[in-house]
């Protein structure tokens, strides 16, 4: 061989294994591997290893028809777990190089996993590679590199065939360019080696590492995704890095084109500022932290007969902040009346005086009959008693009254996040910007802002805290305040 690719070896001072795969879907999840190809090329020379492996699962026909691989094949192979050592060390501190590397290196890192092994090789995709060294074409697939470069089909869509596919683009390719283009090429990939190809590395360089909101986007004006950190460069990073081994990172990256951030002076402000942007703007691929149409909690009430009864009201007419006795937020009636059947059958309640199953007169609940209720129903407890253990059971999920006269604000650095009875109103710089939101500013009570305001009053120190009720005059510096 000539010493042309030994020199370059030396710049990454790694041997290089050219991979591929066969599967038996793209979930890498779900489907499982059929078929392992690692051709390495050191300084010793080209050494290849291929082999069959039992997935332990169906083969689609469609799948057989294009790889050839049938399940008489495999039928007698070991499985992945039986090789998993052995495919391990043949890449083990080499350079992976596989053409979209993502599914590639995915499929292999999900089921080392599986195996207990952890793999973190670096990764080379040859994509991008032609990306990057033919930036004039448009096609850049397996086929389409075949018949630019005239590369020699052996198997295609075959573990080694393919492998050696990608080491003839790979000669060829730096006997084109020379080991200085290459490294470069390689530097580029290692660098920021998980960023999407709509990214540039210069954008990631330019988000600050300290707290805030990111945002990523598609084709469109409207988020695919929104987060927060306290690191955002760090955080947004991690989504790219983390893409080839989670399928949800890996869908969040193929489809992102553009991302925006907004600094905060804090956590709080980051989760803030999170929590009213997702409900607001409704992000595709953000799940956690959407508003709760159904948001309810219960509130006792005394029947005719003394019994506590538990009932429904939703966020409409409740009065969070302001209202004593109400008891859990849930996300719909249905959560609601889970949770409170959950307590009951651990408290030996009578879920037909809760109104959770139907009482006929004179008859014990079903929940007596198997011992779940201590039979408040037929008369074997008092209403005292029941009202009772029934306070007690929901004690912990009783939410916090208001506990100031009026409105607050949170200090964070030079802000000042303004918040009433529960509800965020916004965050200010300046002193006018205070009473404008206190003026014009409609809150709305909502369960991840409860809960996070009242972790973090629980935090503040108390300097931290500015009553609100009777402003100072609006010449009144903030910092003052």
């Known amino acids: ?252 990256s193929l489809q992102v084109k553009r991302i925006e951030w907004t600094e905060t002076q804090g956590e709080l402000g980051a989760l803030l500022l999170e929590s009213r942007l997702i409900k607001k703007l409704l992000p595709q691929m953000n799940i956690k932290l959407r508003r709760s149409k159904e948001l309810c909690s219960w509130v006792l009430s005394e029947d005719d007969k003394g019994y506590l009864r538990p009932q429904l009201i939703t966020a409409k007419i409740m009065k969070a902040g302001e209202q004593d006795a109400m008891y859990g937020l849930f996300p719909s009636h249905r959560a609601a009346q889970l949770a409170l059947s959950s307590i009951a059958k651990k408290s030996l309640l009578c879920e037909g005086l809760l109104g959770l199953v139907k009482l006929t007169a004179g008859n014990a609940c079903f929940g007596h009959q198997v011992k779940l209720c201590a039979g408040a129903c037929v008369g074997k407890e008092s209403a005292v008693k029941h009202n009772l253990r029934l306070t007690s059971a929901l004690t912990r999920l009783r939410l916090s009254v208001w506990p100031f006269k009026g409105p607050i604000g949170i200090k964070e650095g030079e802000e000042l996040h303004v918040v009433d009875q529960w509800c965020y109103l916004g965050t200010a710089k300046h002193e006018e910007d205070v009473h404008d939101l206190l003026q014009h500013a409609q809150g709305e009570f909502d369960m991840d802002t409860y809960q996070l305001l009242k972790k973090s009053l629980k935090a503040s120190a108390p300097e931290h805290i500015v009553h609100l009720s009777n402003l100072r005059p609006k010449t009144t510096a903030l910092e003052e305040l």
């Open 1 to 252: 061989m000539p010493q042309t690719p030994h020199k370059f070896l030396s710049m990454t001072d790694l041997p290089l294994a050219f991979v591929d795969i066969e599967t038996t879907g793209s979930h890498f999840e779900r489907d499982r591997i059929t078929e392992v190809a690692v051709l390495t090329r050191s300084s010793e020379g080209v050494v290849g290893y291929e082999q069959l492996i039992n997935p332990e699962c169906a083969i689609p026909s469609f799948i057989q028809t294009l790889t050839g691989i049938t399940p008489e094949m495999v039928i007698d192979q070991l499985p992945f777990e039986q090789e998993a050592k052995k495919i391990f060390d043949q890449l083990q501190d080499k350079l992976f190089i596989a053409h979209n590397a993502r599914f590639d290196h995915g499929f292999l890192k999900a089921a080392f996993k599986r195996v207990g092994l952890d793999f973190k090789p670096k990764v080379i995709c040859t994509v991008k590679l032609s990306r990057f060294l033919f930036p004039e074409e448009k096609r850049h697939n397996l086929d389409a590199l075949i018949q630019r470069h005239g590369l020699v089909v052996t198997q295609r869509h075959r573990a080694m065939g393919d492998a050696h596919l990608l080491y003839q683009f790979w000669t060829q390719c730096l006997e084109q360019f020379g080991p200085d283009k290459m490294k470069e090429a390689i530097q580029n990939q290692l660098g920021h080696s998980s960023l999407p190809p709509h990214i540039d590395s210069e954008l990631i360089d330019r988000i600050p590492d300290g707290p805030g909101v990111y945002f990523f986007y598609g084709d469109n004006d409207l988020p695919l995704y929104i987060g927060k950190s306290k690191h955002l460069r760090t955080r947004v990073l991690s989504h790219f890095q983390s893409a080839l081994g989670n399928r949800k990172e890996m869908k969040l």
